[in-house]
């Protein structure tokens, strides 16, 4: 027999233990949608509740109340479900904006960080990755945040991008107070890396409808200028009388004076202006090392910015924070006017870059800048830190003044995503009823295996595996042993305990070795 047989006659569709990455699990899709009442699939009896058992008890702490963002740090194994918790947060966040259109939260994603760190290597300049990460400071993760909320943002009112423009939040922007609009521009012309941001700094300038007065004014003063030299030159060759003193001495003198100023006004727009946001704009490129964008494009989306708007003590020219939080309070201040008075920050995936392929040390180098009691605990930003579980055993060897400068007992910290028998078993039977076919009798997880097997067998071989996605090797490898030792004449469908308890054992073996760090996942 083999295993699509087995559920060819159990009436289910789809394999509901193949799935081991939550991006990419159908399954883990469709139990979110029964979450929000929306079953993809009409299946059984009871599907639209099974949504509610595939989410962690802790969830709720976790995500906290969503109209006041807060601060929560989660330590996890592999396979433990936090990637599934960051796509529940962001269901739960886009269920939340539905139903409170003017209480809105914005979501942002760090999770993407290959192109961060290389980024960040490159300027290090050093081939010593780990040295890389031990420069990184907390501004740097301040200036990663704000490129990937500024771009999001700009995506939406521009239309510049892999998105159309959101026609709601243009339209809200228009009617935005001057000095909001303006915080935006100052904001998009550092921190937006796509590829058009000079393109969308012109347009964004145009959604402010604000042309700078001093650029203006000097073009002005530039074509009224322009015509004076050249007047009296033609005057005084042209229009003088004989023997006149002011024709001879007044008029020269006059016309070399228009023509220096005219100079002058020349100088300042082609040659001053631009040399001093060149520097400007350097100063900037070696602060902002996270960013992709060149001292060239930094400084054609500054040339729009008003000359008080550029003042260097305004602008993260420095590695101080003030000024990195300054631009945190622009963005919440432009978010708020647009209906999102809330923020909250994912990060997940720490493992995953190149840079840093798993290395707890690594890890740590790039997590513990961002462990700051000030940073997670501003007014209206909630940081979501899931992080694997190498870091909490980092985390409990640090100094005591370590703990009282990150303050972990504010920041709502889970130390372990843990998993009972129970919680898995419970998440193993909504992953099957979903799977069913839409005209499918109830089939329960129990049903699977024989008569001699009960529910506590079941739910104490599932507590040995610890978390989901071993869960789901467990059951998938009872099923695939179960069908690998008969045929389909025999007509066995259901599992017996003695291959529930080979599978168990294996299973926990190969659980335990993983844990001791002698096998791989």
């Not at 074509?223 to 005084?236: D, Q, S």
């Not at 045929?487 to 190969?510: D, F, H, M, N, Y």
Request: glycine fraction near 6%; hydrophobic fraction near 45%; charge should be positive.
């Amino acid at each position: 027999m083999n295993t699509s047989t087995f559920f060819e006659h159990w009436r289910i569709a789809e394999n509901p233990f193949r799935g081991e990455e939550a991006r990419s699990d159908t399954v883990f899709a469709r139990l979110a949608g029964s979450a929000t009442g929306k079953p993809e699939v009409g299946g059984a009896a009871g599907a639209a509740m099974a949504g509610a058992h595939a989410v962690h008890s802790d969830f709720e702490k976790i995500v906290g109340e969503l109209s006041r963002p807060s601060s929560s740090i989660v330590f996890g194994e592999k396979g433990s479900g936090k990637t599934a918790i960051r796509m529940q947060l962001a269901d739960r966040i886009t269920r939340f904006n539905a139903a409170n259109p003017t209480q809105r939260v914005f979501l942002v994603a760090y999770d993407e960080l290959n192109a961060t760190l290389d980024r960040l290597h490159t300027r290090a300049g050093s081939k010593d990755s780990l040295k890389t990460l031990q420069q990184m400071r907390l501004v740097d993760h301040i200036d990663a945040i704000l490129s990937s909320a500024v771009t999001k943002l700009t995506d939406r009112l521009t239309g510049l991008g892999p998105v159309r423009a959101d026609t709601d939040s243009v339209r809200a922007f228009r009617r935005l107070p001057k000095l909001t609009r303006n915080d935006a521009l100052v904001l998009q012309s550092m921190y937006d890396t796509s590829d058009l941001a000079n393109e969308r700094t012109r347009k964004l300038a145009g959604l402010a409808r604000r042309i700078p007065p001093r650029d203006a004014m000097l073009w002005l003063l530039a074509v009224a200028l322009g015509w004076l030299p050249l007047g009296a030159v033609v005057a005084w060759f042209l229009l003088r009388p004989p023997q006149s003193q002011f024709w001879e001495t007044v008029l020269p003198g006059i016309g070399i004076a228009c023509a220096a100023l005219y100079l002058a006004v020349l100088l300042g727009r082609f040659a001053w202006r631009p040399l001093a946001i060149g520097r400007l704009a350097h100063r900037l490129g070696k602060q902002l090392r996270t960013l992709g964008r060149t001292d060239g494009s930094i400084a054609r989306s500054l040339s729009h910015l008003r000359a008080p708007d550029r003042s260097s003590a305004r602008l993260p020219v420095t590695d101080s924070d003030e000024q990195r939080y300054a631009m945190l309070d622009r963005l919440r201040r432009v978010l708020a006017a647009l209906g999102h008075p809330g923020m909250i920050v994912v990060i997940d995936r720490v493992d995953e870059p190149t840079l840093i392929a798993g290395d707890p040390e690594k890890m740590r180098a790039f997590v513990w800048p961002m462990l700051n009691n000030k940073f997670l605990q501003q007014e209206g930003l909630g940081v979501k830190m899931l992080l694997p579980i190498e870091l909490r055993h980092a985390l409990f060897r640090e100094s005591s003044a370590f703990f009282q400068e990150a303050r972990l007992d504010k920041q709502s910290l889970v130390e372990r995503l843990s998993w009972t028998g129970p919680m898995l078993y419970d998440l193993c039977e909504a992953r099957l009823r979903v799977c069913l076919a839409p005209d499918a009798p109830v089939v329960a997880l129990l049903d699977l295996f024989a008569e001699d097997v009960t529910r506590q067998d079941l739910i104490d071989a599932l507590d040995q595996m610890h978390q989901p996605r071993d869960a789901f090797k467990f059951l998938y490898r009872c099923i695939s042993e179960h069908c690998s030792n008969v045929t389909t004449e025999q007509g066995q469908w259901r599992i017996p305990r003695l291959v529930l308890e080979t599978a168990r054992k294996q299973e926990s073996e190969r659980v335990q070795g993983l844990y001791r760090g002698i096998r791989p996942a």
